[in-house]
């Protein structure tokens, strides 16, 4: 078993070196070390949305325990981003409030992890049709902090659109 969880350490670091990360990370996490599985997902998850798109970076997340993914708040919006995607509105409501709960905690600012939750608010304004709450939350989606993921930039914008879209802005939703 030691022998094997080596092989698998040896293997995830041979596997991020060049760049595989999907592979990195299913060995990383057979090698007993969840941890630096989710590291390398939160350090590669752009450039996995960009080339596999949301549901392989959920493969991905799903391979770590589910303790290690809840510790890590980037990863639970994300998760909370595919709830979004199937519609399961209610359990994206709960990570919501729960989310907000732990920011209103933490003695951290953490203006990443607040737009990023801003931006999951909106998307779950839009699934519901209403504009209003992200009107309201437009001062905040348009605060983008200088290091929101790429994912978080892409979301925000089509949450704008589709506000100004909604209020007949056409100018301002192509903007």
Request: hydrophobic share 50%.
């Amino acid at each position: 078993e030691d022998a094997a969880r080596d092989l698998h350490r040896i293997a995830w670091r041979w596997f991020d070196a060049r760049g595989a990360i999907d592979e990195a990370v299913r060995h990383a996490v057979l090698a007993g070390d969840a941890e630096a599985g989710a590291d390398l997902i939160e350090a590669n998850a752009d450039s996995v949305l960009a080339r596999s798109g949301m549901a392989q970076l959920g493969v991905l997340v799903r391979l770590l325990p589910p303790i290690v993914v809840q510790r890590r708040f980037g990863l639970r919006l994300f998760m909370a981003h595919l709830l979004l995607a199937v519609r399961n509105l209610p359990a994206v409501e709960a990570e919501v409030a729960e989310m907000e709960e732990e920011l209103a905690r933490s003695p951290l600012s953490m203006d990443v992890q607040r737009h990023g939750l801003t931006v999951l608010r909106a998307g779950l304004a839009m699934q519901r049709d209403d504009s209003d709450a992200i009107a309201a939350m437009r001062p905040q989606l348009e605060a983008i902090p200088d290091s929101a993921s790429a994912f978080d930039v892409v979301r925000r914008g089509r949450a704008l659109a589709w506000l100004h879209m909604t209020r007949g802005d056409h100018a301002l939703a192509r903007q």
